[in-house]
C-alpha cells in the first residue's frame, strides 16, 4: 500500500502570500492518480485537483498541481481568506490512501 | 443535485456490530464507483473502502480487511458498510463519497455529511 507523507505539518501564511504545499509517495504513481482536497472545520472534503494538476469542478485558477513520480506539489498562488483550511493529498484509482493533511493557517 | 445521506451511525461497545447506510440521489448511481472514508475526531482522512459499479471489484484498507464489508443495492440506490468486531479506533465520522465521472477509478468529488460512529463501553 502507498504511503503519503505531506509537508510541512502547518504553513502560517497572510492573506495575499503564496502557498506551496508537499506530497511525497513511498512509490511511484506511475498513473497520475494523484489528488488534493479541502476541507474545512465541520464540512466535508472538497475536491480541488485530480489528475497531479487538472482542476475540479469550480476550482479558482489560484490552486495548481504539480509533480510526477513520487513528489507532488499543491500551489495557492494568492491566499484568500477562504483558503485557511486543511488539505489532503490522495492517491487515488480502486483504492484511496490519503496523506495525513497540512494545515494553511493565518499568520 | 447530488445528495449523499449517511445513517446507520450510533453508540456502540467494543465487539459488537453496525450496519451504515448511504441513499444516493441526483446521479447514475448504478453505473458509479462509491467509497468509504472515515475520520477520528481531530484527525485526518482514512479511506475505508471502495466497490465499482456491479461489485465486480472491491477493495479495502489493509488494516481493516475481514472486519468490514462493503456493499450496494443499485435498486435502491444504496450503498452499505457492515461493520464487525468495532474496536475504539474505529470511532469516526463515516463519509460516504462518490466521483463525477462515474468510474470505480475517478477521484471522489461528491461526499455526504458523514454518520458518527462511537466505539465505547
Known amino acids: 500500500e502507498v504511503v503519503l507523507t505531506q509537508s510541512p505539518d502547518t504553513l502560517s501564511l497572510s492573506p495575499g502570500e503564496r502557498a506551496t504545499l508537499s506530497c511525497r509517495a513511498s512509490?511511484?504513481?506511475?498513473?497520475?492518480?494523484l489528488a488534493w482536497y479541502q476541507q474545512k472545520p465541520g464540512q466535508a472534503p472538497r475536491l480541488l485537483i485530480f489528475?497531479?494538476?487538472k482542476r475540479a469542478t469550480g476550482i479558482p485558477d489560484r490552486f495548481s498541481g504539480s509533480g510526477s513520480g513520487t513528489d507532488f506539489t499543491l500551489t495557492i498562488s494568492r491566499l484568500e481568506p477562504e483558503d485557511f483550511a486543511v488539505y489532503y493529498c490522495?492517491?487515488?484509482?480502486?483504492?484511496?490512501?490519503f496523506g495525513h493533511g497540512t494545515k494553511v493557517d493565518m499568520k | 443535485e447530488v445528495q449523499l445521506v449517511e445513517s446507520g451511525g450510533g453508540l456502540v461497545k467494543p465487539g459488537g456490530s453496525l450496519r451504515l447506510s448511504c441513499a444516493a440521489s441526483?446521479?447514475?448511481?448504478?453505473?458509479?464507483?462509491m467509497h468509504w472514508v472515515r475520520q477520528a475526531p481531530g484527525k485526518g482522512l482514512e479511506w475505508v473502502a471502495s466497490?465499482?459499479?456491479?461489485?465486480?471489484?472491491?477493495s479495502y484498507a489493509d488494516s481493516l480487511k475481514g472486519r468490514f464489508t462493503i456493499s450496494r443495492d443499485n435498486a435502491k440506490n444504496s450503498l452499505y458498510l457492515q461493520m464487525d468486531d468495532l474496536r475504539a479506533e474505529d470511532t469516526a465520522l463515516y463519509y460516504c463519497?462518490?466521483?463525477?465521472?462515474?468510474?470505480?477509478?475517478?477521484?471522489?468529488?461528491?461526499w455526504g455529511q458523514g454518520t458518527l460512529v462511537t466505539v465505547s463501553s
Open positions: 512509490q511511484s504513481l506511475t498513473n497520475s492518480y
Open positions: 490522495q492517491q487515488y484509482g480502486g483504492s484511496g490512501t
Open positions: 489528475g497531479v494538476s
Open positions: 463519497t462518490a466521483p463525477q465521472g462515474g468510474s470505480y477509478y475517478d477521484p471522489f468529488d461528491y
Open positions: 466497490i465499482s459499479s456491479t461489485s465486480s471489484y472491491i
Open positions: 441526483g446521479f447514475g448511481f448504478s453505473y458509479s464507483g
